[in-house]
């Protein structure tokens, strides 16, 4: 099954966006309950398309409500949908996400946002041993050119107990393993879009996997989860 996304929805973030008051959303929330529906709809029927090729726990899809309680940002609601798909097990790491939101902002995002630091360090030791494989998966040619290269933070030289000159280090140094992939609106509007979307998610499967054994394993390759 295919589906498209509403223009109006688009239309709507875009409207929300300079007019982000509780009068104003309160007057409108009508017509952001029908087009909440229709997007809803949307990232269910990807959620259908996902588990054909990965095993997906479950889709959250998040509220338009912010929490303003911790934020110098005080506006009430965000103008954008998002939701997340989270993959099924301790044996399966790491998520998809989806962020719907207009001026060309839409993008996916894949990987691991911030890791705790038990799990940060066992991806560091990773690469400091052995980096041919998941330098193989980033190189492989579908995968660059739809994901690119790692985006997130990093510190400076190299973290404690890491040398600063080991060859891996470029990888050493990262704090977030993430990739994103962004969309223009016309491409969000498209009848291929979902297809893109999915197809950029099934492209990126390799790296999960391989996180995820990292992950679930120690440095001489035994599972932690037996």
């Known amino acids: 099954m295919s589906i498209t996304i509403n223009k109006k929805a688009l239309q709507f973030l875009k409207r929300l966006e300079k007019n982000n008051t509780r009068d104003w959303f309160n007057e409108h929330k009508p017509e952001y309950k029908g087009l909440e529906v229709e997007v809803k709809q949307f990232y269910n029927i990807l959620l259908d398309k996902l588990q054909v090729h990965d095993e997906i726990d479950r889709l959250k899809m998040f509220r338009i409500y912010r929490d303003v309680r911790f934020s110098k940002d005080k506006t009430p609601y965000n103008s954008h949908f998002s939701g997340y798909y989270g993959r099924r097990g301790a044996h399966l790491r790491g ?102 979307v999915d197809d950029a998610f099934q492209a990126i499967r390799p790296y999960l996997d391989y996180m995820s054994e990292v992950l679930t394993t120690d440095l001489n390759g035994v599972s932690l989860l037996d």
């Open 95 to 196: 998520s998809y996400y989806l962020k719907i939101k207009p001026n060309n902002q839409s993008f996916l995002g894949v990987g691991f946002w911030n890791p705790n630091k038990e799990d940060l360090l066992r991806i560091r030791k990773e690469f400091e041993i052995d980096a041919t494989e998941i330098r193989a998966i980033l190189s492989e040619k579908t995968f660059a050119k739809t994901w690119g290269s790692f985006v997130g933070d990093e510190v400076k030289t190299a973290p404690r107990n890491f040398d600063k000159e080991h060859p891996n280090i470029d990888l050493i140094k990262k704090k977030q393993f993430i990739f994103t992939k962004q969309f223009t609106d016309n491409e969000v509007l498209s009848s291929t879009f979902i297809k893109q």
